[in-house]
T-cell receptor, first 113, second 113 residues
Framework: GAGVSQTPSNKVTEKGKYVELRCDPI?????LYWYRQSLGQGPEFLIY????????DSGLPNDRFFAVRPEGSVSTLKIQRTERGDSAVYLC???????????FGPGTRLTVL | AQSVTQPDIHITVSEGASLELRCNYS??????LFWYVQSPGQGLQLLLK????DTLVQGIKGFEAEFKRSQSSFNLRKPSVHWSDAAEYFC???????????WGAGTKLIIKP
């Protein structure tokens, strides 16, 4: 079956612009996670959805970052007023309820010039 | 502070040699423990995981890991590496059943022919 997909695969933007990153989880997976991976580092947790609601958004670095999952499937990570420090690979993962494994998408590489 | 440590940024081994990648964590209780592999251009793939029970766990691709509570370690091993094992390896922990992952910085494995 189809895995987790993320679009776009690459996004280049200018400082101060607004960007949206999309994640399509595996069908039927109720849990969805966003992580950010900066160059040379491990992923860093951003936010976790259970269904439509954000169960834990403690990893969002500041209020420029926001994520939604209105129908409990596709999720969008939104970054306002981008800064050069936001440049990273943004990873999405999904998990089926009752299963302890997350499946990761290929990521979106965001570059802020 | 809670953390996951992978002390080796990179390791070089000869093809056919054995491998051990180190991972230590600092948490009060035993977390859920994971090893992931990330190949260039590929998403993160789960190698193995430990939740409870037998402290030696087997994973995919011939990998195994041993949990040692007294050392707060979860080291990854493989008896004989193949050139295709060249990748970056991440140790991760989850503190509860929501499975938000906290990651180490990764170890890059280089295989000498």
């Amino acid at each position: 079956g189809a895995g987790v997909s993320q679009t776009p695969s690459n996004k280049v933007t200018e400082k101060g612009k607004y960007v949206e990153l999309r994640c399509d989880p595996i069908s039927g997976h109720t849990a969805l996670y966003w992580y950010r991976q900066s160059l040379g580092q491990g992923p860093e947790f951003l936010i976790y959805f259970q269904g439509t609601g954000a169960a834990d958004d403690s990893g969002l670095p500041n209020d420029r970052f926001f994520a939604v999952r209105p129908e409990g499937s596709v999720s969008t990570l939104k970054i306002q007023r981008t800064e050069r420090g936001d440049s990273a690979v943004y990873l999405c993962a999904s998990r089926e309820t009752g299963v302890n494994e997350q499946f990761f998408g290929p990521g979106t590489r965001l570059t802020v010039l | 502070a809670q953390s996951v440590t992978q002390p080796d940024i990179h390791i070089t081994v000869s093809e056919g040699a054995s491998l051990e990648l180190r991972c230590n964590y600092s948490y009060g209780a035993t977390p859920y423990l994971f090893w992931y592999v990330q190949s260039p251009g590929q998403g993160l793939q789960l190698l193995l995981k430990y939740f409870s029970g037998d402290t030696l766990v087997q994973g995919i691709k011939g990998f195994e890991a041993e949990f040692k509570r007294s050392q707060s370690s979860f080291n990854l091993r493989k008896p004989s590496v193949h050139w295709s094992d060249a990748a970056e390896y991440f140790c991760a922990v989850a503190l509860d059943s929501n499975y938000q992952l906290i990651w180490g910085a990764g170890t890059k494995l280089i295989i000498k022919p």
